[in-house]
């Protein structure tokens, strides 16, 4: 896994405990954890390209898109790996 996904995992752990989240179960959106996306360039380059419309992607897949927004980009996401 390369660093940047391995960072942002590891912040999603960390935050998710302190707001008793599971983000493997309870779906989340960034601003629910306090984590500002932008940082790893967008949550939606962590997933499968064919669940978010993104032109980013990163090699590491560990975000599945569990809602979208009604203009169909990813708002809430889970833990994959």
């Known amino acids: 896994m390369g660093a940047t996904a391995e960072k942002l995992k590891r912040e999603i752990i960390k935050k ?5 989240i599971d983000p493997y179960a309870d779906s989340f959106k960034p601003s629910d ?3 500002k996306s932008d940082n790893y360039g967008a ?4 997933c499968d390209p064919k669940e978010a419309k993104s032109g980013s992607w990163q090699k590491d897949v560990i975000l599945k ?5 009604k203009d ?3 708002f809430k996401y889970l833990l994959i790996k």
Do not use: M, S, T
């Open 33 to 35: 954890l306090g984590i």
């Open 72 to 74: 169909e980009k990813p």
């Open 65 to 69: 898109v569990a809602q979208n927004r």
């Open 16 to 20: 998710a405990r302190e707001k008793n």
């Open 43 to 46: 949550f939606a380059d962590f």
